[in-house]
């Protein structure tokens, strides 16, 4: 197993359950401290216990600036520093559709900026600490933000696919990876069974928090700039 050196410390958002927990777990596990941030303070406590005096809750709403400045804020005085940042807060409303009454238009209002947005002020939050340690800063994109699918939902990981190589382009001369990782199918609840493709293989939790801790784990001159994992007969 991998350490992270001198307890390395990783800013998580979306963490409370899924891929973020996930990632927090295998983490904590390679010796990592982690910051997690959701909007679910009683998730968010139960895995800080879980993890112990290496993790830190912060009920953080990411499309609120206040929200995750006072969390990047207090990270960096609970742990002294911040060397990457995990910008994973999204969901998917309703009916992957557009012409269809479900979701409502509020409900792909809440979407956009949480998965947008979201994304776009975690990296205004953190990138000014990442400069100082020549951190990494990585996105949870999609297939879906590299093969159009119905529904607003595929918009979004389009706008995480452009976002995450725009970071890239401002920052990586100083020293900052970025990475983009696109999962295909997760086992998550959005997979209702009354939407589950038939036969559909889905790749775990855990099997994306292990490429995450693999483009953490590569030494400071290489840079996974996008990790696509999809499940073996995923075909999309």
Not at 17 to 24: C, D, N, S, W, Y
Not at 69 to 74: C, F, G, P
Not at 99 to 119: C, F, H, K, Q, Y
Not at 205 to 231: F, G, K, S
Request: include cysteine; hydrophobic fraction near 45%.
């Amino acid at each position: 197993m991998t350490h992270a050196p001198s307890g390395r410390v990783l800013f998580i958002t979306g963490a409370s359950t899924g891929i973020g927990a996930a990632v927090a777990r295998q983490a904590a596990a390679e010796g990592w401290r982690v910051a997690l941030a959701a909007r679910s303070e009683d998730k968010l406590r139960a895995l800080a216990a879980e993890l112990g005096d290496s993790a830190l809750p912060l009920r953080c709403d990411v499309t609120l600036w206040e929200d995750l400045e006072r969390a990047v804020a207090a990270t960096v005085e609970r742990f002294g520093r911040l060397d990457a940042a995990l910008a994973n807060a999204g969901f998917t409303a309703g009916t992957p559709r557009y012409a269809s009454g479900d979701p409502t238009p509020d409900e792909w209002r809440d979407m956009i900026l949480t998965n947008v947005l979201g994304a776009a002020l975690t990296a205004r939050a953190t990138l000014p600490r990442l400069l100082e340690s020549r951190g990494h800063f990585l996105l949870v994109g999609s297939v879906a933000g590299r093969v159009a699918t119905p529904g607003p939902y595929s918009a979004t990981k389009w706008a995480i696919s452009g976002m995450a190589d725009s970071i890239r382009k401002e920052v990586s001369a100083q020293g900052v990876r970025v990475t983009n990782i696109e999962p295909g199918r997760v086992e998550t609840p959005f997979w209702a069974e009354d939407r589950r493709p038939e036969g559909a293989a889905f790749l775990q939790d855990d099997d994306v928090a292990r490429a995450v801790l693999y483009v953490l784990n590569q030494p400071p001159h290489v840079a996974v700039n996008e990790l696509l994992i999809r499940p073996t007969t995923q075909e999309l």
